[in-house]
């Protein structure tokens, strides 16, 4: 992995911009990038995004670390929902738009699994700043979320 520096006060910026939109520092700094990409190059940045962060969820999840897991199958879901709304036309920016873009593919597949699951994984996001969550209750939505990943990647015929 390669790093960069900035100033405390530009970081402390992107973690309040992060915090207020739900999502990483490294999605801000992606969806700052990906604004001077073409879609097609976008997309492919949400999917590596994607990958990179089911893969770092595995492996937290397999030391134990169910918060920084959730957190990390949190940001796997909102980068594949991303390539749902390049795909779509959606916007993709805020927390509320990831929840739209929830309705859209529940209303366009009829599948109401969709916008249950989502609220499931939601909870894995919320745990990760309030650590309210027992084992037992992390599986249950870990198990949610691998689901909701499993049928927007069918949605999008990714295999």
Same mark, same amino acid.
């Given at each position: 992995?390669?790093? %960069?520096?900035?100033? /405390?006060?530009?970081?402390?910026? !992107?973690?309040?911009?992060?915090? @207020?939109?739900?999502?990483?520092? +490294? +999605? %801000?700094?992606v969806?700052?990038? #990906? /604004? ?5 190059? &976008? ?5 590596k $995004?994607?990958?990179?962060?089911? &893969?770092e #969820? +595995?492996?937290?999840?397999s030391?134990?670390d ?10 796997a $879901?909102?980068?594949?929902l991303?390539?749902? #709304?390049e795909?779509e036309? !959606?916007p993709?920016?805020?927390? @509320? ?5 929830v309705?859209?593919?529940t209303?366009?597949t /009829? ?16 745990n ?11 599986? #249950?939505? @870990?198990?949610?979320?691998i689901?909701? %990943? &499993?049928?927007? /990647?069918?949605? $999008?015929? !990714?295999?």
């Amino acid at each position: 992995m390669t790093s %960069i520096e900035v100033s /405390r006060e530009i970081y402390e910026l !992107l973690t309040e911009i992060a915090r @207020r939109k739900g999502k990483s520092v +490294e +999605e %801000i700094v992606v969806e700052s990038i #990906a /604004r001077d990409l073409d879609p097609r190059a &976008r997309i492919e940045v949400y999917i590596k $995004l994607y990958e990179k962060y089911l &893969r770092e #969820a +595995e492996e937290l999840y397999s030391k134990g670390d169910l918060a920084q897991a959730g957190e990390k199958y949190w940001g796997a $879901l909102t980068a594949l929902l991303n390539v749902v #709304a390049e795909r779509e036309g !959606l916007p993709h920016y805020t927390h @509320r738009d990831l929840r739209e873009i929830v309705e859209y593919l529940t209303e366009k597949t /009829r599948d109401p699994d969709y916008s249950r699951l989502f609220s499931s994984a939601e909870a894995l996001h919320a745990n990760f700043y309030h650590g309210f969550m027992s084992r037992l209750s992390f599986e #249950a939505h @870990r198990s949610d979320a691998i689901k909701l %990943i &499993r049928k927007i /990647r069918e949605f $999008l015929g !990714l295999q």
